[in-house]
Structures are given as structure tokens and as C-alpha cells.
């Protein structure tokens, strides 16, 4: 069926091919959202109305007035007493324009050791997607309405339960608060200390990046606090004034060692003695490959460790839904930041979570990548011994990073400049040092979680020829 429409403008050539009323609204729709997009329907120009265009079409005028409907709640039509229906003003610049996979910009590296980033490709979309629709399904209607203070309260049952099993944690679920990821986290937890009377927060150093600027934007002075082969330097910690420390104690970032059993009582300890807090970023606790677990800090002081964790690294960042577990002190204050800040995380997302970890999907997942990441680790040890047999690797127990030793001396920013001419991306461990402070030994961070293994090697070769040219110092 074809028909010629008239409207104000350069009228509209409408094709649709018989079948059943439901297939020629899905035709009638896209047809229409086709020619806005293409401009062939200007912004501003009249349909017809509903009666007439049943009509030209032979179609029944519920059909005309259910497309309308869909495309006016789309934003692609607007609708007025007396003027009709008329395409909108922005329709073609606001209209979803494909269906096909948008396309992100493709990698200006050919290899890149970005600190990190888990394997994306990897993701499990499948296991998100049935979790999605099985938290529908569960969903009651009153899901769709406000977040309950903390969080969706079957999450916060399942994150406390977990983290009391796998990280020997000492969490309950009524302690518990969603975020949308560690950084939401954490910015909760600085704006709250600092409501809580303490101005300065130790960052260890080397260590995350940004984390001084956060603390700044909350008030809070923060002092750079030396790292060596134990984790943190309590000591340092103890004369610099702090009364809060973030840490990363399962595998340190950058350097990958793990907080010694000495230095974790150390710092039960000056917590207690300074009436102080520890942040613990739990972040890389799930892969360990030639070590023993190491229990959440939070199980050992659950009054003075505030633990942090998030999806970002387990299932993927884009996700974006983290966790605290906080102590009873500043529970409240949390909640209340939280509820000045955001309205929450997405429900549906936060029951869908909570579903795959029930359902062992969620640990089905992190055994398989945990492969996937020892076998990228052994793949970067292989192609170091093979190219740069001198230099070290170290932090390589857990996690999916480790740190590649330069030559003493070396000129770490000339190597890293170097390898992003040869189209390599890495970063030195300057990078995460702050004012200095922590051992100085030039380093490179290498992040493996998102490299493939033949791009870990195609990677180190490039690195071998850099280094090795005397050029590089
Ligand atoms: C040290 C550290 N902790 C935690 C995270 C996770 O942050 P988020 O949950 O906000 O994605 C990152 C992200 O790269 C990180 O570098």
C-alpha cells in the first residue's frame, strides 16, 4: 500500500506492506521516525491528523493515534490544542539515531598498560541481561519509587553476607550503604569525616591517583604517606598528623605488595590511638593467584575500618554500583551525606546484582577471569624474561597489574614518552607518587587486565627496544 501525503511541507511518500495491525504500527512508526531523522519531515511541519491519515493509509485510526502516541513520548512529535501534531523542534537532533552498537572511539594506542581496567570484552552481559530480567520479575512496584536510604535492601543483605564469607569481614547489612562505585564511596566518606571533625587524611604514596584532589574538594588536607615492601610506613602514618588513611591493603596501587600481618595490627592500633578512621579501598581482593586470601582489615577493627568496594573490577566499570561497610559511628552521617548528594543507584541494577550473586553467576564469573588474568600475568613474565631478562617484575601475587623495575637511574618519563611514540601506553610510577614522597626507583605500571596476550607482547617488545636504547638513559 503507498500512498502520497500532502502535509505542509514537501509531503511524505508512505509505503507499508500488509500484514497484521500490530506489524503496520511497528512499520508506520519506523517509517515515520525514518523520515524525521533523514529530514525528509522537518521540525516544526503538521501530520495529518489521525482520522485523515487512517484513511489515506486504510488503516483503522487507533493504529494513527497509538504511532503518534509512541513517537510523542520518543520526543519526536509534539502535540497542541489547535495546532496538531507536528514533528519537534530538536527531534532530529535528540532521535536515538541507530539501532546498530554505538561505536566508541577507537584506541589512540595500539597497546595500552592503562593501571585498572579489567578485561571489557569480557564482561558478562549475558549473565547482566538475565539478572536484569530476573530482578523485573521479582521487582515490586514499589522498587520503581525512591531508593530506601542505604540502598536496596536485599543488595545490602547479599554484600554484607558475602563479604563475611569471602573477605572474612565483619559486615551487616544494616551498616551497609550502595554507591554508584568506589569513587562515590569515597566521596561520601571524606565529606562525612570531615563533619566528623577530622581535617587531614594520609594517602599513601605511591598511590591512587587524584585521591589528594578528592580530599581537597572535601576540605580535607591530606599528606602524602611513604609505601614500602610491608605496605603503608605506620610510623610515617603516626607522625603526620592524620587521623584517616585510604588504603589499598589487598594489593597496593601501584606497587602490588600486600599489607604485612605486622603493619595491619600497626594500623588497628593507631586508629585507636588517634580516635581515627581507615579507609580500606578493597579493590583487587578478588585475584590472587600464587597467594593465600587476604581477610577484609574491616573483619580485624570493624569500628574503625570504613571498607570500600565496587563492581568496577569484578564485572565491569560501566556497571557502576560499589558498596561501604562502615562503622557504627559514622553510619549516620553516611546516610545523611549520601541523602544531601544523590537519590541513590538505579533499583533495578542494585536487584540485579544482588540476583547474580545469589545465583553463583557472579563467582562463576570472577573464577573465569580469574584464569583469564593469570593467564595474561604469566604471559607478561614470559615476555619479560624473553626481552628484558635484567629487569624485575614485582606485585605479581594478585590483581591485574604489576610493576616493571627500570634500570636504576633510568629516565622513567623519557621511556614512557618513548613507547607512546611507538604507540604504547604506560605509565611511570611517578605518576602516583605525591610531592615525592616514597622510594624513588623508576618503574613502569603495568596494567594487563585489558591487554590481550599477543598485544602484552607485541607491547613489551616495543618496550625492550625503547630501553634499550641508550637514547633513554
Ligand atoms: C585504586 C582504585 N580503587 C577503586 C577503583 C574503582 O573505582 P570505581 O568503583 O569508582 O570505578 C579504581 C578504578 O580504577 C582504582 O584505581
Known amino acids: 500500500m503507498t500512498v502520497q501525503w500532502k502535509g505542509d511541507g514537501p509531503g511524505l511518500l508512505l509505503q507499508l506492506d500488509r500484514g ?39 488503516i483503522s485510526r487507533g493504529l494513527v493515534v497509538d504511532t503518534y502516541a509512541q513517537l510523542y513520548a520518543e520526543g519526536y512529535l509534539v502535540s497542541e490544542v489547535g495546532s496538531g501534531t507536528r514533528v519537534a523542534e530538536r527531534a532530529e ?74 573477605r572474612a569481614g565483619a ?22 569525616l570531615a563533619q566528623h571533625g577530622v581535617d587531614c587524611v594520609g594517602l599513601e604514596s605511591p598511590g591512587p591517583r587524584d585521591h589528594d584532589r578528592i580530599a581537597e574538594r572535601f576540605g580535607l588536607r591530606s599528606v602524602p604517606v611513604p609505601v614500602d615492601e610491608e605496605g603503608v610506613e605506620v610510623a610515617a602514618l603516626s607522625a603526620s598528623g592524620a ?24 594500623l588497628v592500633a593507631w586508629a585507636e590511638q588517634v580516635d581515627g578512621f581507615v579507609i580500606e579501598d578493597e579493590y583487587d ?12 582489615l574491616q573483619g580485624l577493627a570493624p569500628e574503625r575500618v570504613i571498607a570500600l568496594g565496587s563492581v568496577s573490577k569484578t564485572l565491569a566499570p560501566g556497571i557502576r554500583i560499589g558498596w561501604i561497610f562502615a562503622p557504627p559511628t559514622i553510619v549516620d552521617g553516611l546516610v545523611e551525606t549520601k541523602a544531601l548528594t544523590s537519590r541513590g543507584a538505579p533499583a533495578l541494577d542494585q536487584l540485579a546484582l544482588a540476583r547474580l550473586m545469589e545465583s553463583g553467576r557472579y563467582d562463576r564469573h570472577l573464577r573465569r577471569m580469574r584464569t583469564t588474568y593469570q593467564v595474561r600475568r604469566d604471559a607478561l613474565i614470559d615476555a619479560v624474561n624473553e626481552h628484558l631478562p635484567a629487569l ?15 634500570p636504576s637511574g633510568a629516565d622513567e618519563a623519557a621511556v614512557v614518552a618513548a613507547a607512546a611514540q611507538r604507540s604504547v601506553a604506560v605509565r611511570g610510577l611517578g605518576d602516583y607518587r605525591m610531592d615525592d614522597v616514597g622510594a624513588a626507583e623508576p618503574g613502569l605500571v603495568m596494567g594487563f587486565g585489558n591487554v590481550n596476550e599477543s598485544a602484552i607482547r607485541r607491547g613489551v617488545r616495543v618496550l625492550a627496544d625503547v630501553i634499550s636504547d641508550p637514547r633513554q638513559g
Open 20 to 58: 497484521t495491525p500490530r506489524q503496520l504500527g511497528h512499520q508506520l512508526q519506523e517509517k515515520l521516525r525514518t523520515a524525521i531523522r533523514t529530514g525528509a519531515l522537518r521540525p516544526g511541519e503538521r501530520l495529518p491528523s489521525s482520522r485523515g491519515l487512517a484513511d489515506q493509509l486504510g
Open 93 to 166: 537532533a535528540t532521535a536515538p539515531a541507530r539501532t546498530t552498537p554505538v561505536d566508541h572511539p577507537s584506541p589512540r594506542f595500539d597497546v595500552d598498560f592503562e593501571y585498572g581496567i579489567p578485561d571489557l570484552a569480557s564482561a558478562p552481559v549475558r549473565d547482566w541481561v538475565w539478572a536484569l530480567g530476573d530482578a523485573a520479575r521479582l521487582a515490586p512496584a514499589t522498587l520503581m519509587g525512591d531508593e530506601p536510604d542505604r540502598g536496596d535492601p536485599r543488595l545490602r543483605e547479599v554484600l554484607a553476607a558475602y563479604h563475611r564469607r569471602v
Open 171 to 192: 559486615s551487616v547489612a544494616e551498616r551497609t550503604i550502595v554507591t554508584t562505585g568506589f569513587r562515590h564511596a569515597l566521596t561520601l566518606v571524606l565529606a562525612t
Open 243 to 266: 587521623r584517616a588513611v585510604v588504603l589499598t591493603p589487598a594489593h597496593q596501587c601501584p606497587t602490588g605488595v600486600a599489607l604485612s600481618p605486622g603493619r595491619r595490627q600497626e
Open 285 to 296: 581482593s578478588e585475584f590472587r593467584y600464587d597467594r593465600q586470601p587476604v581477610g577484609s
Open 392 to 406: 624485575r617484575l614485582t606485585g605479581l601475587a594478585a590483581g591485574c597489574h604489576a610493576v616493571l623495575r627500570l
